[in-house]
């Protein structure tokens, strides 16, 4: 394969991790669930270890129903050397942070973090020795590279950022990183590898939340992480030490979610845009809160390294009247209020990113919404929000 021109994403979700030797004659990868694997002799038991990915030893380590996922997340990303499922998004985020870091280490987090994220760093990191130092989303690499200390030894990266979107100049903030040897993670949940290969970018560890698009369903939970080839041997053994797996009835259902992500992924995306661009013109609105959209912040990094936006986004609505937006996303029809995001059906859920902020607090305008807008037809959903405008407007 190597003289061959390199496969487009699309074919790579289609025929990524589907060996002839685990499709076994079927179009996909059977289902194996097992814990005891028996071997022919003890020979071939003790050849068997140390565990590895394609090798059966033992129902912890997989089988060819975990390894073809691996594979397929993998072969989405150029230059990675592997990827680690695990059984949640925050899972896999903490064996990232706990792979690079020990006692005495510093963190630097981005302040925009997943709530979880930062529940991580501020009570098990601490427990651990770690320390975690938070800086502003829309800090510049050179605004990073004065806040590294000798005791700094990873940078962990969210863009765009959980409520607020903010994108990060991801490539400048890994090379600068690069050059001090301090490992660079991303969780790249909204994007995913599809829209943007985070190991070209030059991330070290690449976080996914596998529950969001990559399932695509709302119905399992699971993380990933893809290594460059200067981390995937710690993060293998981190990973397996801790006794992380995943189950092959969920790694199956991610498989099959992956297969269709990329004309999910344009729906979604097609979908928000349509939505927001309605949004933006309403009189209750005050401003969008979308990364393709020129004034979020960061807006300029998503044009350059980005190839295309999820369906996840949020807007401000005029006034400070908090239980008024309560009370418009209460009245919304088509959209679920619930927490994730990433599955078929649209949610709608209040914003509230001060509490969870200390190195960054920026002004929105009022009240904030976050909205995942799913697989509707999206004139059905810009219909719904009207009623709830018109039912409920702001003040």
Not at 290 to 305: N, S
Not at 361 to 374: F, Q, T
Request: charge should be negative; charged fraction near 25%; proline fraction near 6%.
């Amino acid at each position: 394969m190597s003289d061959k021109k390199p496969l487009h994403p699309d074919t790579k979700l289609v025929q990524g991790g589907r060996r002839k030797e685990w499709l076994r004659g079927m179009v996909n990868v059977p289902v194996s669930r097992t814990s005891t694997i028996l071997f022919e002799s003890v020979e071939e038991i003790h050849a068997a270890y140390p565990p590895e990915d394609g090798r059966l030893s033992y129902g912890r380590n997989g089988t060819w129903t975990q390894w073809s996922l691996a594979e397929a997340l993998t072969e989405l990303e150029p230059g990675a050397a592997g990827t680690r499922l695990f059984p949640s998004g925050s899972a896999a985020v903490s064996i990232a942070l706990t792979s690079a870091l020990g006692p005495g280490d510093e963190l630097l987090m981005v302040d925009s973090a997943y709530g979880p994220t930062r529940h991580f760093c501020d009570r098990e990191l601490k427990r651990l020795g770690i320390a975690t130092r938070y800086y502003d989303p829309v800090a510049t690499p050179e605004e990073l590279e004065a806040m590294i200390s000798g005791k700094t030894r990873a940078i962990f990266m969210e863009s765009p950022g959980s409520l607020t979107f903010e994108v990060q100049d991801v490539p400048g903030i890994c090379a600068m990183a690069r050059e001090r040897g301090i490992t660079t993670m991303l969780d790249n949940t909204w994007a995913t590898s599809f829209f943007f290969p985070a190991i070209a970018k030059g991330v070290d560890l690449a976080i996914v939340a596998c529950t969001k698009y990559i399932s695509g369903h709302s119905d399992l939970m699971m993380g990933a992480i893809t290594a460059a080839p200067s981390h995937w041997e710690r993060l293998s053994r981190t990973g397996r030490s801790f006794g992380q797996y995943v189950s092959p009835d969920d790694a199956y259902l991610a498989a099959r979610g992956l297969r269709t992500l990329g004309v999910r992924l344009r729906q979604h995306e097609l979908g928000a845009v349509k939505v927001a661009h309605w949004l933006k013109y309403q009189p209750q609105v005050e401003r969008i809160i979308h990364p393709a959209f020129a004034d979020c912040p960061g807006h300029e990094f998503w044009r350059r390294d980005f190839l295309g936006s999820s369906g996840l986004f949020g807007f401000a609505l005029k006034g400070d009247d908090g239980a008024a937006r309560d009370r418009l996303v209460e009245s919304l029809e088509l959209f679920g209020i619930g927490y994730s995001w990433g599955g078929f059906e649209s949610l709608a859920v209040p914003a509230e990113p001060d509490p969870i902020r200390t190195a960054s607090k920026h002004d929105y305008g009022g009240p904030l919404v976050r909205l995942h807008i799913g697989l509707e037809d999206p004139d059905d959903l810009i219909a719904d929000l009207a009623q709830a405008f018109a039912v409920h407007p702001a003040s």
